[in-house]
């Protein structure tokens, strides 16, 4: 019974970090659907959203959901701009290079906001009264409460977005084949920039929920959430929304698992683990299909 | 006598001349212990710089888990030194051993993978191999080795280097090598030109992680402690960029690169945040205006200036 | 007496459910030079990879000098004796031409390891021996005063020539040319034509080609098969064919 109460307590945390990693990794797989590029600055949006938020909230006064969204809308715009200014000139260089310019990006995110923000830590403030809600014998606090629903309705507009809306089916069309959907006239620049704005939007609300749940925010903190979300979008089969939130909650549940159970020092191994497995025996991931190269 | 082994005595005696003048120097103290330290990190650079070259440029499979090999050589050498009072030498090569097994292992499973699929697994390996040592108490775990016996100087380093460079240069080019380069150049086409890609793609990760160990070891004894935050995988992040910048698939390159890098850092040591804003800015620029590198796939020897000095040095 | 060198039974092989190449039954003597022509998307290409293991097939057994190669990987096989040409050209674009050519000798060369890093034994020997018969090989195909250059800078004719000079190199009984005359003029074709005769007269080989100059395949092929819809529609000589109604049906679209 302990076990089991344990289990589901530790299930319940995997959830809301699993949510965290879901926002992330929804960018990361909208990104390399279309472009092909493992951003690596990815998780580094996530962190420069995560500093937005926190001055929104800190300078401005802002409660929380005004802040989310201001912080959505800049780092959105931050995505694009981004994408300008270092990918866009790549589009036709091999993908390695592109791949070499995505860590330059990550570094200069990580050292200019060190640069103007200083290395140390920063306490995010109380945003919500920290109260806990019983669900029978577990516990859900009133942050992951935060996380899970605004992780739910985001992915519900998300959802909106590509199925419904213009852009999100030429979204769609290109993340099939971009040369293809440019003839069907699709103006594929604009519709990587959009993904990119997206993308780097859903990363901003991530970081500020991840700032409200753990009350703590560095320059450097883009670094391992970035790459466990590539995880999970690799584990989901990379290319497919649905895949990225799934593997995102799978991620976060097993995290907590083997924090919970074995010990937090291996957290990062099982991340790492996991997706070497995953590329070993399923490269194309849980919902992808496998393809073979032409010869 | 024969053409190319002229050019190697050539090259080996003008390293010999140089390593000469800068022993006197260090001896005589007109290179103070900075200029020494640095050029120690310069040679152990070299060295993982040319043995990820070897993994990243000549084959073309593209590793981000290169400081994971680095740490088993120290660890490994460590151990050796301080539990089992062997020789330097003896944990130079337990070093490149124990840190090639382990490149083979993982690299015969791994090296399937393609292109940023493959980065992305070195880079969890790197990590895992990392996190392992974190929790080896045996070793000290995260706070660190301690009570390692200084070995390393710049003699031990500078030959080393040397050797490191001699055994690269000459597999690069050779049949072995050759099957490498085929395999960055055209997978397929490789195969089936009868080179079993499978087996060259593990050869030279092997290599490369080998040498890594080597280096490792060097680092290792360079300092009292060492500790596993030494090779996070922004350590290997830092190699790539030296070969990047010398250029992938160029001996000469990597040399410069590992030279040009840890100058820079050593000059913006005082300015951290700085040191990396100006990486980042040179490798996006590097991407944009030069891709293939300072060298691309040249070699000095190849150069005019060479050229002159060895008549016919071609090689290639 | 004529022996059988490459010998094909009742391949098939099928991608997601589409047949491409089925029940494929053919036999090459050695010494022959051999035509497979057909439309396109016919499966002469899938029937390339077989032979060369790039695809295994669902069934069927392919036998080369007496020995099943099914199962075997591409490098192997080429080990055994098979090189080929690509369609798609598949050069070490970024490479020289006379590295291109060494890089085919690999599975000829006996030093090792140990030699090669400490330049030993009989390094100096081997390469100095493929050096010089890589150089001869460009000298036959008119490549010799490029072998400095880099083979993407060559013109197109002179890369398929390369493509060949290279396949040569890997020392093969049989030769597989995935359209040799591909994107050439009716010179540069006619000049192909007299070197493949050539070749296979001066290194003995076996050769089987794909090709849809039918000027070059009827000229220079002893005996033609034909596919289409990945099936064998008929086998002979040139002029056997010419008149096969299968085969001008299949070409021309007509009622046999």
């Known amino acids: 019974m302990d076990f089991l109460h344990q289990f589901v307590q530790q299930l319940i945390n995997g959830v809301s970090l699993g949510s965290i990693y879901a926002l992330i990794a929804l960018g990361y797989t909208m990104i390399y659907g279309i472009i092909k590029l493992i951003n690596f600055a990815h998780g580094d949006i996530y962190m420069v959203g995560a500093y937005i938020g926190f001055f929104a909230i800190t300078r401005a006064g802002l409660s929380i959901v005004p802040a989310l969204l201001i912080s959505m809308v800049v780092t959105g715009i931050l995505g694009m701009i981004v994408e300008r200014l270092a990918y866009k000139p790549l589009r036709h260089a091999p993908r390695i290079s592109v791949l070499i310019t995505a860590i330059g990006v990550s570094f200069f995110l990580e050292y200019a906001s060190m ?69 069907m006239g699709i103006n594929a620049d604009r519709v990587i920039s959009f993904t990119f704005c997206i993308g780097s939007a859903l990363a901003a609300a991530a970081g500020v929920l991840v700032g409200v749940y753990y009350n703590s925010i560095d320059p450097l903190m883009g670094i391992m959430p970035g790459l466990k979300a590539f995880v999970a979008a690799v584990l989901g089969g990379i290319g497919i929304l649905p895949g990225a939130v799934a593997g995102g909650i799978i991620l976060g549940v097993i995290e907590a698992l083997v924090s919970g159970f074995i010990s937090s020092t291996f957290r990062d191994a099982a991340a790492f683990a996991i997706l070497i497995l995953v590329l070993l025996f399923k490269p194309s991931g849980i919902f992808g299909k496998n393809t073979r190269e032409k010869v | 006598m024969n053409l190319l082994r002229k050019n190697d005595l050539i090259m080996l005696g003008l390293s010999l ?38 993994i990243n440029g000549y084959t073309g499979q593209f590793s981000l888990g290169h400081a ?33 097994l382990l490149g083979f292992l993982i690299g015969l499973p791994t090296l399937r993978l393609r292109g940023d699929y493959l980065a992305i697994a070195t880079l969890g390996l790197g990590e895992i191999i990392r996190i392992v040592i974190m929790n080896l108490d045996y070793v000290g775990g995260a706070a660190g080795f301690k009570g390692i016996t200084h070995h390393t100087n710049f003699a031990w380093v500078f030959l ?58 060097l680092f290792g004894h360079n300092f009292y402690i060492i500790s596993p935050g030494s090779f996070t995988f922004l350590a290997s992040f830092n190699y790539l960029i030296m070969v990047v910048m010398g250029g992938l698939g160029s001996i000469t390159g990597s040399i410069a690169g590992a030279f040009v890098v840890t100058f820079i850092s050593a000059v913006l040591a005082p300015w951290p945040e ?27 020897t190849s150069m005019g200036i060479f050229r002159r000095i060895f008549k016919r040095g071609h090689e290639s | 007496m004529s022996e059988v060198l490459l010998k094909a039974e009742n391949v098939s092989i099928v991608f997601g459910g589409l047949k491409a190449v089925s029940d494929f039954d053919f036999y090459i003597n050695k010494g022959e030079l051999i035509g497979l022509i057909g439309p396109n998307g016919a499966g002469k290409t899938t029937a390339f990879n077989l032979i060369t293991g790039v695809y295994q097939p669902t069934t069927g057994s392919i036998e080369f000098a007496g020995k099943s190669i099914v199962g075997k990987k591409p490098y192997e096989i080429t080990q055994r004796g098979i090189a080929r040409t690509f369609q798609n050209i598949r050069l070490f674009s970024e490479l ?65 020539r390369l493509e060949i000079a290279r396949a040569l190199a890997a020392k093969p009984k049989l030769l597989l040319l995935d359209e040799p005359a591909a994107g050439m003029n009716p010179q540069e074709t006619k000049e192909l034509m007299e070197m493949i005769s050539w070749i296979r007269k001066e290194f003995g080989l076996t050769v089987l080609l794909i090709e849809h100059d039918m000027s070059l395949v009827m000229g220079i092929c002893e005996r033609i098969y034909v596919l289409e819809y990945g099936m064998i529609i008929a086998n002979g000589t040139p002029k056997e064919i010419q008149e096969n109604p299968e085969v001008i049906r299949a070409y021309l679209g007509g009622e046999a």
Not at chain 2, 72 to 80: E, K, P, Q, S
Not at chain 2, 277 to 284: D, K
Request: proline share 3%; net charge positive.
């Open chain 2, 274 to 300: 700085f040191r990396m804003i100006i990486y980042a800015l040179a490798l996006i620029l590097l991407m944009f205006y030069r891709p293939q590198g300072l060298f691309g796939y040249m070699e000095v």
């Open chain 2, 160 to 217: 080393i280097m040397l050797f490191t460079l001699f055994v690269i240069k000459n597999f690069v080019n050779s049949s072995h090598g050759r099957a490498c380069i085929a395999i960055r150049e055209n997978e397929i086409a490789a195969e089936a030109m009868g080179i079993n890609t499978t087996k060259y793609k593990v050869m030279a990760f092997t290599i490369g992680a080998a040498f890594a160990g080597v280096a490792g070891c």
């Open chain 2, 68 to 100: 994971g090999f680095m740490a088993v050589g120290a660890y490994t050498g460590v151990v050796m030194t301080t539990f089992f009072h062997l020789p330097f030498i003896v944990a130079i090569i337990a070093g490149a051993v124990l840190a090639g």
């Open chain 3, 96 to 160: 020289t031409v006379l590295d291109n050519v060494k890089i085919a000798f690999h599975s000829h060369v006996k030093y090792g390891l140990a030699e090669t890093v400490f330049r030993v034994g009989r390094y100096f020997s081997e390469e100095k021996q493929i050096e010089e018969e890589s150089m001869k090989l460009l000298k036959i195909f008119k490549l010799d005063g490029h072998a400095y250059d880099q083979a993407k800078n060559l013109p197109y004719g002179a890369q398929r």
């Open chain 1, 115 to 183: 640069y103007f923000v200083s290395p140390t830590p920063r306490t995010f403030p109380e945003v919500i009264p920290s109260v806990a809600f019983n669900v029978g014998p577990f516990i859900v606090n009133g942050q992951q409460m935060l996380i899970m629903g605004i992780t739910l309705v985001l992915m519900l507009i998300l959802t909106y977005i590509v199925q419904k809306t213009k852009l999100g089916k030429a979204m769609r069309a290109a993340s099939f084949d971009v040369e293809t959907a440019q003839l």
């Open chain 2, 17 to 54: 001349v140089i390593f000469a003048i800068l022993q006197v120097l260090i001896t005589t103290k007109v290179l103070t212990s900075f200029w020494e330290l640095n050029l120690i990190i310069i040679g152990i650079n070299v060295i993982m710089a040319v043995s990820l070259n070897l």
